[in-house]
């Protein structure tokens, strides 16, 4: 979904926005690999056996169950509320680009499409979110079509002098953020890989997605800065003619924004829920719990009514951030320069170094502490620009 603020990122960053494109895809393939090796370790036979399931595993054996686990949860969060915050703000900036003439300013579309995602807090299991995320897949297939297409009708006025080829360090930092904010999947893969049947094809899977997914965001990005060049909008599909067909597009990807905002959700509300609510035994663990009647399920199996009220509040929670900061592309770039660098580049590596040290040649340590690096270095970096961003674009409203 976020591939709409791609050619944004060329415009604030040029080529190197491209190459960090590639680049980024390239580690994140890498970081992504060495996190799912973390959850195996060798049996006395030689064989590779999967003794941890999960990210939030992998920390609690690394720095202690006490607050490792803590850490990356919290950070998992962080990421997934701000991705659904993400939505909702494209939601809003959707239907307010789409009725122009309507007398609502951002906060009321955001609130607006809001209503529409309150049936999310009824959702009781993945497979109902998967449903939906196919549906999403095929409307982003076609609507990435639709805006390629109507660039390459411009391609005899691209702006192809206006990429830059120098470094805007009050920029780039933003683009970088946009760019790795978009590659992170690493909090999804310890259970993508544990339910594929054929676990030895993970890695193929990983190389391919990862490289097609380079692939066409360059093409995207590219092919969209140089449509519109230095007019670049955060949205890309604000640079569209104000007719029926820029009206179709902006609704076309509304749903989109929508059908997206149940997977973000949903896994953070599951966060929550498998840390206080899942079991009876944590339940009576728990004081927060106990207030509330115990477990969040009912006999039936079905959610208790303070559970989907919480749930309810989530979508609330999330909407009121969307409306308080209303920038898009910035805030994606603060998110991935915070939560996307520590969870796709930095963590992956010291992991890896901590529980497979032993066994990795002095090049591949190199190769590892480079990237914890350049993680710790870009995410510093990108988190202040974005945050003086941000705070510069908040003073202009």
């Known amino acids: ?47 590779q056996i999967r003794v941890r399931t999960s990210y939030i595993q992998i920390a609690e054996d690394v720095w202690g169950k006490r607050y490792g686990g803590k850490i990356v949860q919290t950070a998992q969060l962080i990421e997934l509320v701000m991705t659904c915050v993400l939505y909702v703000l494209l939601c809003g900036d959707l239907l307010q680009k ?3 003439t309507v007398a609502l300013d951002l906060t009321g579309w955001i609130m607006l499409s809001s209503i529409f995602l309150l049936p999310c807090a009824f959702l ?4 109902a979110v998967a449903r939906l995320s196919f549906y999403n897949t095929v409307s982003h297939a076609c609507i990435n079509i639709i805006i390629i297409g109507y660039c390459l009708t411009f391609i005899g006025q691209w702006h192809w002098s206006e990429v830059q080829v120098g470094i805007d360090v009050r920029q780039v930092p933003v683009a970088l953020g946009i760019v790795v904010f978009s590659y992170t999947s690493q909090i999804f893969l310890p259970a993508l890989e544990g339910s594929m049947q054929k676990r030895h094809r993970f890695e193929c899977m990983l190389f391919w997605t990862h490289a097609l997914a380079a692939l066409f965001k360059c093409m995207f990005a590219w092919i969209g800065f140089l449509t519109f060049g230095n007019n670049t909008r955060e949205v890309i599909t604000n640079n569209l003619p104000d007719n029926s067909f820029r009206f179709v597009t902006n609704l076309f990807l509304f749903f989109k924004a929508l059908l997206s905002y149940p997977l973000p959700y949903f896994a953070a509300c599951d966060i929550v829920q498998n840390r206080m609510f899942e079991t009876r035994k944590e339940a009576e663990d728990n004081k927060f719990t106990q207030l509330l009647g115990g477990t969040c399920y009912s006999k039936d199996g079905l959610f208790k009514d303070w559970a989907v009220l919480i749930r309810l509040l989530v979508v609330v929670f999330t ?3 969307g409306a308080c900061i209303p920038h898009f592309a910035i805030l994606m770039g603060l998110v991935g320069n915070f939560t996307g660098t520590m969870l796709s580049f930095v963590w992956p590596c010291v992991f890896h170094l901590k529980l497979k040290g032993h066994t990795l040649s002095p090049a591949t340590k190199v190769w590892e502490y480079t990237i914890i690096g350049i993680g710790i270095v870009c995410g510093f970096i990108g988190i202040f620009t974005s945050s003086i961003q941000l705070i510069q674009a908040l003073q202009n409203d």
Do not use: H
Not at 24 to 44: H, M, N, Q, R, S
Not at 124 to 127: E, L, V
């Open 1 to 47: 979904m976020f591939i709409v603020t791609f050619p944004y990122s060329v415009y604030q960053g040029g080529y190197w926005s491209l190459f960090a494109m590639v680049f980024f895809a390239y580690i994140t393939f890498y970081t992504g690999k060495i996190l799912v090796f973390c959850l195996y370790e060798e049996d006395e036979r030689g064989q």
């Open 98 to 100: 789409a009725f122009p």
């Open 124 to 127: 009781q299991n993945y497979r």
């Open 319 to 321: 909407m009121l951030l």
